[in-house]
Nanobody, 123 residues
């Protein structure tokens, strides 16, 4: 089993910054991709940013130039640095990880999700 634990959310004023972290733990042989998504009340979940194991990144147009995704592969951790935050960035932020687990009996590749961390941008 694999667990993802997010941290770093909170209340911040418009124009401020936050750094989210998401640590993966458990039966991990390798991680292919990690990412951040967000869901605001009454809205569908949307992709914020993704990063591959080779370091290639992808961002939603709404956050380009303001957010930066990075990883610490040794710690199986993905980060999201969020700058110039706007009220419309308010949402629950969830991380996901595409994890491969290899045992002597089987191999499984599965997309795991964390529980989410609340980010509120308000004055």
């Amino acid at each position: 089993q694999v667990q993802l634990a997010e941290s770093g959310g909170g209340l911040v004023q418009p124009g401020g910054s936050l750094r989210l972290s998401c640590a993966a733990s458990g039966s991990i042989s390798s991680i292919e991709d990690m990412g951040w998504h967000r869901q605001a009340p009454g809205k569908e979940r949307e992709l914020v940013a993704t990063i591959t194991s080779s370091g290639s990144t992808n961002y939603a147009d709404s956050v380009k130039g303001r957010f930066a995704i990075s990883t610490d592969n040794a710690k199986n951790t993905v980060y999201l640095q969020m700058n110039s935050l706007k009220p419309e960035d308010t949402a629950v932020y969830l991380c996901n990880a595409d994890v491969t687990t290899i045992t002597t009996s089987w191999t499984r590749r599965y997309d795991y999700w964390g529980q989410g961390t609340q980010v509120t941008v308000s004055s």
